[in-house]
């Protein structure tokens, strides 16, 4: 990736964006200043995903970078799944929530390195998944290094009910409505739901 | 977001969020992609149509499935699986067309190649159901021939000399171990099931056997870039007979690998339905180019 210069805001796993109104649009772009970066990280931070609109993008862990470059607004995000078709929708959401902030340079730069994992969704994009009804995924940790592990067996649930919060939950389907999901259902509510699957 | 009918969604035209695919953007848009000095482009070019192909047929292949699939959760399985190939396949072609440096991009390079300069093993393109040629245990044979050979390997492209193809490989490879998990599973239930799921499963085992060789054999491309497929064989047996032995399976007697004077898939040279498939994968942008939906 393309090193931004000094004005850049990195960008802090965890960090709950601000909410805030509509951002006014602004007509001269004059003297652009940390608060500009600033500005441009919230509002990219703002913008939702276009599948799990619960979560946004920064919840999912796929806004990676925002930096201004010669009054450009550089922002990078990372794919989920390498056939995940909500990729394009990201990126004309945010050249338009940028746009719309004053901004008129976008460039949206996709980095597939290092890859995207679930752990990257935050703990306030966790919580928000679980008030949806979608059971957020496990923690992963470390890759481990060395040839995959076949399973033969579905891994032992650690998955919770988001509805009851029992631990009693089998999986009804490996694959679910979008790439990022599986199909579940709750042994003691006998409600299905859907489980971001750990990658 | 709420409507009060479906359809209002779809006409929703200050989030333009009507429908998802009305065109591509650049799958590597933003990447730094300048060829290492390590790597000779030629050689990169020819290995990235090996790899994309081998994802995009076979995403064709499971994309057949849809509606057709033995319950709704497998269809929806085989489509999810089939997205990402597809994905895999489009960062590859993309690559190939930037190590090419001719102006190929991607769809250039899917929709408007002949059959001959298809670089995919015949395991990826032979039939193996939902029509001729096998059926649903056939198709989970094939997917886990295939997954576990492509885990081991993009296993090794993770420290491959051209980064953009080791990143897309990190990003595929966890893909892959899914789908290899899953079609290992089902090779269990089927193969350890009743008699008749058993026969199916063992049938199915059969069907893509001779097509296994292929994969090991390797091409003067892969062995300048020091990607020699033969080094995965031992990590895909040992896979392959962890499952056969879980399913009850016997592990078939090996078939040496149909080629033409020496030559087979990664030279161009293909089976009989590889036409066919490519009639249906590259009719539409061939009669209407650059046609969206």
Known sequence: ?????????AFAEGAAPVE???PAVRTAPAVRTASDVRTALEVAAQVRDPELPVLT????????????EDGRVLVTITPTYSGCPAVDEMGADLRRSLRAAGFEQVEVRLSLSPAWTTDWITDDGRRKLADAGIAPPSRLGPVAVGPVPLRLTPPPSRVACPRCGSPRTVELSRFGSTACKALRRCEDCAEPFEHIKEI | MSFDNAYESLVDHEDEHWAFGTGFAEPLAGVDREIPSAVDAGDLFEYC?????DALVLSQR???WCSRGPELEEDVALANIA???????????????EAEGAGRDEDALAYLRDERHFRNVHLAEIECGPFAGGDFATTMARLLVFSSWKVAQYQR????????????????LKELAYHRDHAAQWVVRLGDGTPESHERMRAGVLRVWPYLDELFTAHPVELRLGVDPAATRAEVDQVLDAVFAAAGLDRPDPVPAARVNGRAGRDGVHTEAMGYL???????HRSLPGATW
Do not use: C, N
């Open chain 2, 83 to 97: 997205l990402d190939l597809l994905g895999q396949a489009r960062l590859l072609l993309t690559r190939a067309g």
């Open chain 2, 157 to 172: 492209l993770l420290s491959f000399a051209d980064p953009v193809v080791a990143a897309i490989a990190a990003k595929g």
């Open chain 2, 49 to 53: 149509l090996m790899l994309g192909d």
């Open chain 1, 1 to 9: 990736m393309v090193t931004a210069p000094a004005e850049r805001a």
């Open chain 1, 57 to 68: 993008l920064a919840d999912l862990g796929v806004l990676r970078d925002v930096a201004v």
């Open chain 2, 278 to 284: 490519l009639a249906e994968l590259q009719h539409l």
């Open chain 1, 20 to 22: 805030r109104a509509a």
């Open chain 2, 62 to 64: 499971l994309a057949e």
